[in-house]
């Protein structure tokens, strides 16, 4: 609306200006152009600059929740990984690991841990869609190839964690990052008015041994190598609850759920499943909108229900039920070996 004002506004005062001139009457290009300088200009004065950022260290996991919660909490159906990860660092270990928040002026806007639980991937977090976090994420890699910092793994918000990545092994001169993987994130915060209430499905539930079937049958169809493949009884015996749907009181759909209503990431959605010749009937949004509305009527999770699926995965099941994508991570493994660097050719 006000590029439109100032181009119409722009458009009265030149030819009220000088209209017996063709030379001087000016083109709807130059017209843009001389609006778009002038809207630059003004927003540029009501909204200055953001201070540069600066690089700390936090001396333990506590102490890197303290100051980097204001930046995470209002993005925590993103960022619950982050949260986690921190939070059990935090209980289990008080010292040790690397913990570093970049700010810009008195607020975080970039954080990175590599706890000492786990596998040693750095994990940055921070709003992967703002400049200044970007500009975080390049001067963290710049302070630590300086420092000459060890790092081979780094996940996070996919466009924070490419950009830290490359910047890291463009300075400390290694080979190009490599993509190993990334996630998509998925949340919902109020539940369906349509949903019906699931059935929970024990080991002592008449359907047991049909569930159990149904987990082994889902580990198979999703690739998993039989050497690594969960018993379907150990399966349902460790979800958080498993809930089915039922049409004309045969079973047509299970859903598991993961995590603990505690956690940042609270409890989630980590499984679906319904068998080939009852697929395309919708029981699956069904299911999906059924628990959902489970856990978010539980008043002692975190408001949220997550969803994380791997990058590439089709998302229609998701959409249907509600949820709304909220994010993508991605993660990159740093080769150390020197990369190749041009050389002139050399005429025989």
Known sequence: LELKKSMAGTAQDAMAGDAASIDAQPTPGSLFRETLARVAARTERNQPPPPPPVVTKAPNAAEFLKVAAPMLLPRADSEFMTLELAAAAAARCPTGGDYFVVRSG???VLGALRPPIGDG???LCGD???GVAMQAALLLAECLAEAEATINQVTGPATLAEAFSRQLAFRRRWQAPEKTGGLRI?????PAGDAGRPELVTGESQSAATVVAWLEACEVEAGIDAAHRTPGRVALERFGGVYVKRVDGELACICGVVGQATSPGGRRIGLVYTPPDLRKCGHATELVKGVTSELLDDRTGPGF???VVPAGAPDGLWTRAGYLHVGDTAEYRLDPAPRA?????VEE
Do not use: E
């Not at 998925?186 to 109020?190: A, D, E, K, N, Q």
């Not at 660097?341 to 050719?345: C, K, Q, R």
């Open 121 to 123: 991937t750095l994990r």
């Open 186 to 190: 998925f949340s919902r915060r109020r």
């Open 305 to 307: 229900a997550v969803i």
């Open 341 to 345: 660097l041009p050389t002139d050719a």
């Open 128 to 130: 992967g869609n703002a």
């Open 106 to 108: 008195a607020d975080a």
